[in-house]
Structure formats: C-alpha cells, structure tokens
C-alpha cells in the first residue's frame, strides 16, 4: 500500500493532488532535453498505486486518448491510492509514428530492454520508467497495439510468474473484463522478461497485464466504443484493486486461452479484409476466409488469409497497404484442451 | 504510323485490358525495381488517358481508383486508351513514406521531373515520362489519401506557355464534376514542372488535372463516397475527350478559386478536429471559427488551436491523429478573394 503523497522523479505529490512530473532521461544531438512525463492522480486515501504505460511502442498511440479520458472519470477525493499515467513512454517513436526508436542500436524496441541496462536512448527511457515509475508500483498495465489499419481486443497474462503473482493478475484480468484473455509464458517466452509486462510481473514481482484494445483508422463510431471500453476495464481493473467504488462487473462471455495464430500475410499488397473492425470476438470457423490480400501493381489475389483454427478473432484490420507480416488477423484457439469460457459476471 | 500504343516494349491491340511491367533501376538491395502499367485499349483508335497514382508512397487511397478503373471499364464502350500507373512510385510505396528514403537532393518523386541525375527519384520520373506521359492526350494525378487527413478538390493549371494547355486542363477539371475547381500556376509557381503536372503541361504539351478528393482513416462510408467521387470524375473526364460515350456531368455553377491557405499545427501533439470530415467543401467557415485544436500527449494541455483565416470553404479536413509540425490538418479556400469567379453552364 502506498502512502498517501508519491514522489516521482524528485517531486512529492500529496494526497488528493494530480500533477505531471517531467523526468529528465537525457539530452539527444539535437541539443533537447529528453523528458519522460508522468501524470499523477494521487487519492485523498491511500491504496495502490495503478501504473498505466502508453506508446511504448512510438505507432501505436491509440490508447493515449483513452487515458486521458480515464483520469478525467476519477474523483480524488474519493480515490483510494494512485494512478500513474505514462501517456507516451517513448516519446522519439511518437514523434516519427514507428513502433521502435530510429537509431542505430541494437536495443531499438523499448519493449524488448528492460531494465534499460546500456546509455541508448531507447535504453535510457526504459531505465527512467524503471526507476522513477515502476519502482512505485503495486499494479501495472501495458497499453499496446492500435497503429494505423489494425485493431485488437485480448489482454496478456503471464502463467510464469511467482504463483501468488500470476493467480492475482489472472484475477484482475477476468475483473477487467475483457472478452479474450490469453495466459501464456511471457518470462520464459514471448515478450520475455525484457518486455515490460516481463519485467513488472517476472523481476518486481507485482500483477502486470498487457492490455490491447482498439485500433486507428476505423472511424469515429467504432473508435469511441473501444476508447470508452478501455476507459470501463481500467475502471473494473480499480474497483478489483480497491481503488474506486460503485463500477458495475463484466457480465460478458470471456474466453481464457492458451494458443493463439497470426494469420498474416507472407507477401507484401493492397489487404483486403472481410473481417473488419466491428467483427473483433466473432467466433471463426477453421477455414474461414478473414481477408485477401491482392497486388496494387495487377490486382491479381497473391494470398489468402483464413483461419487456421476454431476460434476467436482477436484482431482485425481494414482495408490497407501491408508488407509480409504486418498486421492483419489473429485468431485464439477455442480448442477446449487449452481454454475455457467463463461466463456471466465475477466477483473478485 | 500505327495507332496502337506501345509501352515497355509491349504493343497493346484494340479491345483488350492488359498491363506491362518494366524495369526502372536496381536498388542497393537487390531488389529490380519496376513499373506496371495497365492499358485499356479501345476498340476504336482515339485520345489517350493517363491516370497515375502513389507518386507519393504514402497516398495510397488513390489505388482504389487505378485499380476501380482497370476492373470497371470496358475496352470495346472506348474509343482511345486509358494508361493506368497503378503505383508510379513502387520504392516510397513500399516504406508507406511520401518520399524516397534515401539521401539525394531530390527525394519527391513529384518534384523531380526533369531530373537529370540518377538518383532513383529522377530515374523513376525519367521512366514516367519516357513511357507514359510522352505517349498520352491528357493526364490526371492522384493525390492525398494518407492516414489522418483528406481533400475534396480537383487543381489544374492556367499559367502554362501554351494556354490551349490551360484551356484543355480547366475542360478536364469541368468534366471532373465538382462544383469547384482550383487553377493556380502550375508551370511558374511551386512547385513548376519539376512536378509531374506541370512537367506534362510545360514540357510536354499535355494537359491534365490533380485530383486531391479522398483520406484514410475515416468511417468507411465518407471513404467510399471519396473514391466513388473519384471513378466518377474519370468517368466525366473520359466522355469529355471522347474516350467514353455521352457527356460528363458538369456543375451547373463552379467556383474557380486560388486562394487556400494552410491551417496546420505549428506544434507537435494530438490533432482534436473541431470542423467534422462531413463538411468538407461543404460548409461555410467564418474569420476565426475554431476548426480544431492540439493537445500534448504528455500533459494533455491544450497547446495550440487552429482557427480559420477567412470566411471560406474547407478544403482538407482531418480525424484525430498524432501530428508532427506543419502536418496535415485544414486548408481553408477564402470565399472572399478577388481572384474567384463562377462559371456557370450554357444552357
């Protein structure tokens, strides 16, 4: 549990106060001070402290609006604890729209180099968001996914966590409460343990989810309903934690899996999808065809996207310009050998 | 003088729906970097069209376009050729980049015509040029369509040294349909004939328009309404050469306009659009009307607003998207300017 006032980056924020903290991290050959901002809603009442990262990956920001809406949902006079807002926590890779820093590195993917051990830029950030950010936290959520063309709904649980770590953070991924939610090996697997929620979960040892939810490029109606469906599962997220009261459970179907299948292209073309953003969740027959993906020099069909397996679509994507693997469908198994539906709504 | 148009090396008979792909250069990477060309020959001999699309990697709604026309149409309805470049710039294309990524001096593939180095910018323009705007009557460029912006208007030029060039390019621009056109100076102005345009009509003698009608990143239905738009104006512009039967569909009343100014960010941050996509040369804006504003992704704080210079029309709108300075956001056409005139169809 925190107390009631949270120092970051050298400045003490009391109870029942929000203020943006800019942490210095380094100055670049342009001569400008990096700074990694903070934003902190500290409740009059003390509790835990909700880390929430955006864009640690500089092309997939669309969650940002969606944090900036959540904190203007919280009433700190009735908050218990904190939350801590990273709304760009790599901020070089925003500024050029591209997933990883643009330098020469061979540490380029902030989500890939934690702790942050060498004096790379990309490094240096990762540090400053260790030290000064995670250090303080008690839960931490990882926005991820929504550049242009594609878009997602899952959540990201680690099964190789301390065993106590991993039952609290499945907890608060069924709180949260979205549809699909895959457990998997994320320290001795994929992301790994230089992955943010690898290094919450696995090294700090506190509940850490990767969330992603939504995508860019699909207009104001569907957009808005995944922002205002981030902003609900944060909310759910903080009830569970004890933050704030009074936020109705979940009460959808959720699918907790084990395996789930890129359906990506292999070759580079103009995508033509047949399982557009309002299809994200469907249930997909193995086989069904999810998009193609066509030449822009002939028109001709290069490739077929279908769906390998029973299951759950978990991203989708629009019609748009992709090169041999980008972004296109994903599909969880509902292969009942490695996942199960849980239904109705859940108390924890 | 045979009437069958030659491409590539490749002669296309009457009546038939084919394309062509040639080699342009070989890139570092080993890559043969090559154009294709689809040509829909007429059945009948007669004018020759050329649509060209991507000459800016990142403008790629216009493929919806190129690609519509080479599907739709029908060789034996035409009396002429319609020359379609898919994407003129494979190598920006490929980086979903307006630009070459490289380091020369001339990295736009649409500001390097008549270039004489050999740099891949000047040999692809070389390409265009040697093999499709030296072998056509007119010519429409496609433009616009990156993520987060659009545009709703058809642009031709009116300073060229020829003015049966200018005359030809406004007849193209009527045919187009919209019930606006901008006419600037192509040829003497920026970015003059060092543009694909503007090459053609100087240079060349021939003709043509730019179309920037369309954007990604919105609802799927205005998206479609934009290339619809678009396949229609082609449509127009080709019963007005004779290519395709019948007469194109002019406004009844078009506003002639060259006043537009820019209303982009001057600071980094999230663009909030105020002015909605569906107003796009639609709704009138007055001096000082808020259209939209931009946030700090770091603190949330409004950082700028950006406010209409004059009563006008919008003729680029945007969704909300991260913007680096000077990024795309609002072009506001002032409705006042002197310069402005109306055409108004003969009955």
Redesign the interface.
């Known amino acids: 549990m925190a107390n009631h006032s949270i120092i970051l980056g050298g400045v003490e924020i009391p109870a029942g106060a929000r203020a943006?903290v800019?942490i210095p991290v380094t100055t670049g050959l342009n001569g400008v001070p990096l700074k990694l901002?903070a934003?902190a809603a500290v409740g009059s009442q003390p509790g835990e402290v909700l880390t929430l990262l955006s864009?640690l990956h500089g092309g997939e920001?669309f969650s940002?609006?969606s944090l900036?809406k959540l904190?203007d949902t919280l009433d700190l006079s009735t908050l218990r604890g904190t939350v801590i807002v990273v709304?760009?926590a790599n901020?070089p890779a925003?500024?050029r729209?591209k997933r990883d820093i643009p330098e020469e590195t061979d540490s380029p993917d902030l989500n890939r180099i934690f702790p942050g051990p060498l004096t790379w830029t990309s490094d240096l950030l990762v540090s400053a968001l260790s030290r000064e950010i995670l250090s303080k936290a008690s839960c931490m959520v990882d926005f991820h996914m929504g550049p242009?063309g594609s878009t997602f709904r899952d959540i990201l649980v680690g099964s190789d966590f301390a065993p106590e770590v991993t039952a609290r953070t499945k907890e608060l991924a069924i709180a949260l409460g979205v549809p699909s939610i895959r457990v998997a090996k994320i320290v001795g697997g994929f992301p790994g343990p230089r992955s943010s929620v690898g290094y919450a979960g696995g090294v700090l040892g506190i509940p850490a989810l990767a969330v992603e939810i939504g995508g860019?490029?699909?207009?104001?109606?569907l957009e808005g309903a995944w922002e205002q469906e981030t902003v609900d599962a944060i909310r759910r997220l903080m009830a569970a934690l004890g933050m704030i009261d009074g936020v109705e459970p979940y009460r959808g179907r959720r699918l907790v899996y084990q395996v789930a299948h890129r359906v990506n292209p292999g070759v580079?073309g103009?995508l033509r999808s047949r399982f557009?953003g309002d299809k994200l969740s469907v249930e997909v027959p193995a086989g069904t065809l999810l998009g193609e993906v066509?030449s822009?020099?002939?028109?001709e069909v290069l490739e077929q996207l279908k769906a390998p397996v029973d299951g759950v679509l978990l991203y989708a994507a629009?019609?748009?310009?992709i090169?041999p693997g980008g972004w296109a469908f994903g599909v969880a198994s509902t292969d009942p050998a490695t996942s199960e539906w849980i239904e109705g709504s859940l108390n924890v | 003088m045979s009437d069958l148009l030659t491409i590539g090396g490749r002669t296309f008979q009457r009546g038939t729906k084919d394309?062509v792909?040639f080699p342009v250069l070989l890139d570092l990477d080993g890559s043969q970097i090559q154009l294709?060309v689809h040509v829909l020959s007429g059945a009948r001999p007669g004018p020759r069209l050329a649509v060209v699309t991507?000459l800016h990697g990142s403008e790629?709604q216009a493929?919806?376009t190129s690609?519509g026309l080479?599907?739709d149409l029908d060789p034996s309805e035409m009396s002429g050729d319609l020359v379609v470049v898919?994407?003129a710039n494979?190598i920006a294309?490929?980086t979903?980049t307006r630009n070459i990524i490289d380091e020369s001096d001339s990295p736009d593939l649409n500001r390097s015509f008549g270039g004489r180095q050999t740099w891949l910018a000047d040999q692809l323009a070389r390409a265009l040029v040697d093999e499709v705007l030296s072998k056509v009557d007119a010519v429409i460029d496609f433009h616009t369509g990156l993520?987060g912006a659009a545009m709703g208007s058809v642009t031709c030029g009116r300073d060229f040294s020829d003015p049966s060039v200018s005359e030809r390019a406004l007849g193209m621009a009527l045919a187009f349909g919209m019930p606006h056109v901008r006419r600037g100076d192509l040829a003497t102005k920026f970015p003059g004939p060092a543009s694909m345009i503007g090459y053609a009509g100087e240079k060349l003698g021939v003709p043509g328009i730019i179309s920037e009608i369309g954007g990604?990143?919105?609802?799927?239905?205005?998206e479609q309404s934009w290339v619809d738009t678009n396949l229609r104006g082609v449509r127009g512009v080709m019963k007005h050469l004779g290519i395709l039967d019948g007469e194109p569909e002019v406004a009844d009343e078009v506003l002639v306009f060259d006043q537009v100014t820019r209303v982009n960010p001057t600071v980094?941050g999230?663009l909030e659009p105020i002015f909605p996509p569906e107003g796009l040369m639609r709704d009138i804006v007055e001096p000082g009307q808020l259209l939209g504003r931009v946030?700090s992704?770091?603190?949330?704080e409004v950082i700028e607003e950006l406010r209409s210079p004059a009563r006008g029309l919008v003729d680029m709108v945007c969704?909300?998207?991260?913007v680096?300075p000077g990024d795309w956001a609002y072009l506001v056409i002032d409705l006042d300017s002197p310069t402005n005139y109306t055409l108004k169809r003969e009955a």
């Open positions: 943006t800019s901002n934003i864009t920001w940002i609006n900036r904190l709304p760009v901020p925003l500024a729209q242009w860019a490029g699909f207009g104001p109606e580079g103009l557009g066509i822009p020099y002939t028109g629009r019609n748009y310009p090169g | 394309f792909q294709t991507v790629w493929l919806e690609l080479i599907e898919p994407v494979p294309f490929a979903g993520w990604v990143g919105f609802a799927p239905e205005i980094g999230i946030w992704p770091y603190t949330f969704r909300p998207y991260p680096r």
